[in-house]
């Protein structure tokens, strides 16, 4: 199977026709229309097994992108509370378009997200943080430079009530990452690449979310400083029940905590199973995982 050759056709259990064939009148198409809806219900069966009777997050038949452009044609995510699902898939492929869309920053045509009981499809960034519990850890670095390590972390209160709110909050997070609150004075340029990571994290922590969503934790990380973030995030989901959906480039990494993995190929899932399952497909090993 070859998930980038754009002729790829139905069969394997990962495999999803090309999209010019979907909805063609011609008897070859409504052939290839069949085994892609085939797929899609089977990738919706595997995640409802996955992540259990009440998800968390469910995201239905998602059709998003930027204005005109469709990214996404037709995304079915599921993940249960206290979960992490990752994300991996080439470059391109639309992993940040599907939590940019979670968060509320794309145009949506048609599809449905659910948090919870709550249909949140609709709702903006903003109100998605606040009355959603949802926080997103952003590809780019988004930290402020010139401002300390405290002042940025107060900045992820910053539809918190009061100012003493969002102190408050802060300091609930220096108790227990000591490291941090030992360079709360620092400007966060100075901090490692690694540091500004768990800031960046801890930032999103301040709002008190149950999902979280990250977009490659590890990018530009030296090994060490991987393990820390991939460290914090583990303890997370142990301690405090967050759930989590990530993309990860290093798919190795990602998929090794991750009771859901999925690929991403085209602005579609091209395959979902357990972490383990993924990363011991011989396909995944070929493309993602160097193996
Ligand atoms: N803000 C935007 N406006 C218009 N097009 C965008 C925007 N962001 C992304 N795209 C386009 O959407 C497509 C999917 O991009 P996306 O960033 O979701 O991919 P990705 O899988 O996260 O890739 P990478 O692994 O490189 O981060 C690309 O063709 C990209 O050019
Ligand atoms: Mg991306």
Not at 32 to 40: I, L, P
Not at 81 to 98: E, F, H, R
Not at 105 to 122: C, S
Not at 197 to 223: K, T
Request: charged share 25%; glycine share 12%; aromatic share 4%.
């Amino acid at each position: 199977m070859d998930l980038y050759d754009p002729q790829r056709r139905g069969g394997g259990h990962a495999e999803r026709p090309s999209r010019g064939d979907r909805g063609s009148q011609s008897g070859t198409g409504a052939t290839e229309s069949a085994k892609q809806a085939a797929h899609r219900s089977a990738i919706r069966d595997r995640l409802d097994a996955l992540a259990g009777a009440k998800p968390l997050l469910r995201v239905d038949d998602l059709a998003a992108g930027y204005g005109t452009m469709e990214i996404l044609h037709g995304v079915d995510l599921r993940v249960g509370q206290g979960q992490s699902l990752c994300l991996i898939g080439p470059n391109g492929a639309g992993k940040s378009t599907i939590l940019h869309s979670i968060f509320g920053l794309t145009d949506i045509r048609r599809g449905k997200i659910e948090v919870g009981d709550r249909n949140v499809t609709r709702l903006g960034a903003n109100a998605k943080l606040r009355d959603a519990g949802v926080a997103y850890v952003l590809q780019e670095s988004s930290l402020f430079p010139d401002m300390t390590v405290e002042q940025n972390l107060w900045l992820g209160g910053y539809l918190m009530g009061s100012r003493a709110d969002a102190k408050d909050a802060a300091e609930r997070i220096f108790e227990h990452y000591p490291g941090l609150a030992r360079r709360r004075a620092d400007p966060s340029r100075v901090l490692s690449g690694g540091e500004r990571r768990l800031l960046e994290i801890s930032r999103a922590l301040v709002m008190r979310p149950r999902l979280l969503l990250i977009d490659e934790p590890s990018i530009g990380l030296a090994p060490v400083f991987i393990d820390q973030v991939f460290d914090m995030l583990r303890e997370l989901k142990r301690r405090d029940g967050l759930t989590i959906v990530m993309v990860e480039q290093n798919a190795r990494k990602g998929l090794e905590d991750a009771d859901i993995g999925c690929v991403v190929v085209a602005g579609e899932i091209a395959m979902a199973g357990s972490g383990d399952e993924l990363r011991d497909d011989p396909t995944v090993g070929r493309l993602f995982l160097g193996a």
